[in-house]
């Protein structure tokens, strides 16, 4: 099933500066069908943020969080409604879309 990702309504950033100079190609590794283990990888393949799942049945959505892999804080969370197939919510920290 092919899935068509668009920009979010509104613009969000994780820092208010530019933090590389050149573009860079992020990847995204899953390696389970239920999003379970998933990192975001640079290039070379360096591990930079880990999405990590809440243990099942502690919520009625699928609630992925971001973690920076160096520091280890929580960026935010993905969250799936189950309300339709595509919808991803972000929320920030405070639990806030």
């Known amino acids: 099933m092919a899935s068509t990702l668009q920009p ?3 613009s969000f950033s ?3 500066e ?3 100079k050149t573009h860079r190609t992020l990847g995204l590794r899953c390696r389970d ?3 379970r283990d998933a990192m975001v990888c640079d290039e ?4 930079l943020y880990a999405f990590t799942a809440k243990d099942l049945g502690s919520s009625w959505s699928l609630r992925r969080s971001l ?3 160096n520091s280890g804080a929580h960026l935010l969370d993905l ?3 189950n309300w339709s197939v595509n919808k991803w919510i972000i929320e920030n920290t ?3 879309e």
């Not at 070379?44 to 591990?47: A, D, V």
């Open 18 to 20: 530019h933090i590389a």
């Open 8 to 10: 979010p309504p509104a």
């Open 79 to 81: 969250r799936h409604t």
């Open 94 to 96: 405070a639990a806030k």
């Open 33 to 35: 069908r239920y999003f």
């Open 67 to 69: 973690v920076d892999a």
């Open 14 to 16: 994780l820092n208010s």
């Open 44 to 47: 070379t393949g360096t591990k």
